[in-house]
């Protein structure tokens, strides 16, 4: 069973039109969520990280919000310099250092 | 702060040869690095975990003595691709954590053609 599931895998919005992106996770005892922007070509760039339910952190156009099963990533007003692949993360079950990622969700925001 | 650089951006080379990526934190320490690779279209796959002053711990199906990885100080590491073939081509990523953190910083990812 997946750890992490993202949806949509792929959303357009127009420019200025919000919405949200969903990261749901399976494990236990969290020891944070991350949320990464990934651009073609790049390695993927830090957003935030959130450590307890109820926890909001705020980035330009870009709000994150973590509750027990999911983390949600909220776009204001989407640019289309947004256009991006998002990416969350968890670290793995286990108690391992690694991160487990989801699959992606690609925003494109048309002008 | 907390900025990761990755040497080279791209590399070509012919199969059967080596290449070596470094992986350097700009602007602080970390004890530990991880090395990742991404197919196009996919998400990143960890290759290893880079733990400085000690051997690094690697990923099931990871060849240890294809990708060698060393982690020599607390800002540097390398991963080295022996003898490469045209299936290692690929997007290799590495990132750094913070002493005592848990985030993960990226750096800007290499690419390989091997032909």
């Known amino acids: 069973e997946d750890q992490v599931t993202q949806s949509p895998e792929a959303l357009r919005l127009q420019e200025g039109e919000s919405s949200s992106l969903n990261c749901s996770y399976t494990v236990s005892g969290l020891r944070g969520l991350f949320w990464y922007r990934q651009d073609p070509g790049k390695g993927p760039e830090f957003l935030f990280t959130?450590?307890?339910a109820g926890e909001e952190k705020e980035k330009e156009r870009l709000k994150a919000t973590l509750t027990k099963k999911e983390s949600f990533l909220h776009i204001t007003a989407p640019k289309p310099e947004d256009s991006a692949t998002y990416l969350c993360?968890?670290?793995?079950?286990?108690?391992?250092?690694?991160?487990?990622f989801g699959k992606g969700t690609k925003l494109t925001v048309n002008p | 702060g907390a900025v990761v650089s990755q040497h080279p951006s791209w590399v070509i080379c012919k199969s059967g040869t080596s290449v070596k990526i470094e992986c350097r934190s700009l602007d602080f320490q970390a004890t530990t690095m991880f090395w990742y690779r991404q197919f196009p279209k996919q998400s990143l796959m960890l290759m290893a975990t880079?733990?400085?002053?000690?051997?690094?711990?690697?990923e099931q199906g990871v060849e240890k003595d294809k990708f060698l990885i060393n982690h020599a100080s607390l800002t540097l590491s390398t991963l080295t691709v022996t003898s490469a073939h045209p299936e290692d081509s690929s997007f290799y990523i590495c990132?750094?954590?913070?002493?005592?953190?848990?985030?993960?910083?990226f750096g800007p990812g290499t690419r390989l053609l091997v032909l």
């Open positions: 990132s750094a954590r913070l002493l005592a953190g848990v985030t993960q910083y």
């Open positions: 959130l450590y307890s």
């Open positions: 880079s733990n400085e002053g000690s051997k690094a711990t690697y």
């Open positions: 993360a968890v670290p793995n079950q286990g108690g391992s250092e690694k991160l487990v």
